[in-house]
């Protein structure tokens, strides 16, 4: 039947405040006895404490860049592989989690880390369980198989099972110190990891449900998370809604905005979430049908219209860039057709031309 689906999801979620508390419980249950433990630079002095604490962590690695590079990737494999280690927890963000994927795919062959990034060898079917523990509420890279990784400016997006987490530990209070900045951009990324998963080509009513939750908490906590980060309630809330939103792109995929986001955070710098909000209310008018108007009215909008400008809000508050002129060294041309090019735009459900796209970045400018 035309509407029959296949909908699944292998993480078991454990989510709560103070739940890192629990992670030495959580690392049995995953059938953990060694861990070694991936984390940003900063939450190096917390990893530490975390290993005097609990016995199953056997080693750490912090060394990750902004845009994680495969020699991170190459190096966490080889201390995995020296340290015997039978899992792998990644405790940070998106660029964090990618690595700790990455690590884990590939660390049971010795088989070289550029080798699975350039796609000569397949990812192995033996390797090591993923623990995913975010500190950062947007990506939703805990139940998603997506890693970004790059080779020197060559930056690519990997979307295959080897990096699906074996468990998530979702734990708020992770989330408070982070700063405003960030707090804005990575909310806008879960925000757009909704609604691209509802407006998917391949969307499915489970997913769809989720999105629906996903996009009413964030119009209701974000911009409350980003004025005070200590509000429990809305940063609970905002960590709900970067895990649904990560569900509800997990199986569609997303579409548009995550299209145009690579060129604009590869050629201009803007970080993940502000590249992708950067066209997210353009796509909303332009996705805009009766699907989309009742998942805003369900949110407590007016309609789509007011969904777009909700976002335009956000982001001015948040102060991210929003038009072209904002962009160095524009290359407009280039842009749309990198654009056009992306193999996630054509997941968007309006079919999206280089012409479309260029009339669709001069609202922008
Ligand atoms: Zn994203």
């Known amino acids: 039947m035309a509407n ?4 699944s999801q292998p993480v078991k979620i454990w989510f709560g405040e103070g739940k890192i508390r629990e992670l030495g419980e959580i690392l049995k249950d995953t059938g953990a006895s060694r861990c070694f433990l991936v984390c940003d630079r900063f939450l190096r002095p917390a990893a530490e404490k975390l290993m005097g604490e609990i016995p199953e ?20 494999a080889l201390l995995i592989r020296s340290l015997g280690a039978d899992s792998v927890a990644g405790m940070g963000g998106g660029s964090t989690m990618d690595t700790a994927k990455f690590a884990a795919a590939i660390a049971c062959e010795s088989e070289d880390a550029l080798a699975y990034f350039r796609g000569v060898r397949k990812f192995p079917a033996k390797r090591l369980p993923m623990i995913a523990i975010p500190t950062t509420a947007g990506t939703g890279s805990e139940v998603t198989q997506v890693s970004v990784t790059s080779c020197g400016k060559e930056k690519k997006t990997i979307n295959d099972p080897a990096f699906m987490p074996r468990a998530a530990l979702v734990d708020p209070e992770l989330t408070y110190s982070v700063p405003k900045r960030t707090t804005m951009n990575t909310g806008l990324d879960a925000l757009a990891h909704a609604l691209e998963g509802y407006w ?25 998370a980003w004025r005070d980060g200590n509000d429990r309630e809305a940063r609970r809330n905002m960590s709900m809604a970067a895990l649904l939103g990560g569900l509800s792109f997990a199986v569609p995929k997303t579409a548009g905005c995550h299209a145009c986001s690579y060129p604009l955070s590869e050629d201009y710098h803007l970080p993940h979430g502000e590249a992708c909000a950067f066209t997210l209310s353009a796509f909303v008018r332009i996705n805009a049908d009766d699907r989309l108007e009742k998942l805003a009215r369900d ?13 335009d809000e956000l982001k ?8 072209l002129s904002d962009l160095e060294d524009l290359d407009f041309d280039r842009l749309c057709r990198d654009c056009e090019a992306h193999p996630l735009m054509k997941n968007n459900p309006v079919e999206m031309t280089a012409g479309s796209l260029r009339k669709m970045f001069e609202t922008l400018a």
């Open 4 to 7: 029959d689906f296949l909908y």
């Open 316 to 323: 001015r508050i948040g102060g991210l860039r929003t038009r």
């Open 200 to 224: 998917s080509r391949n969307h499915q009513p489970i997913p769809d449900l989720m999105a629906a939750e996903a996009v009413r908490l964030v119009l209701g906590n974000l911009e409350r």
């Open 57 to 76: 962590i056997c080693g750490i690695f912090s060394d990750i860049e902004e845009n994680p590079q495969i020699s991170g990737v190459r190096e966490a």
């Open 299 to 311: 949110a407590g909008l007016s309609g789509t219209e007011e969904l777009a400008e909700r976002i």
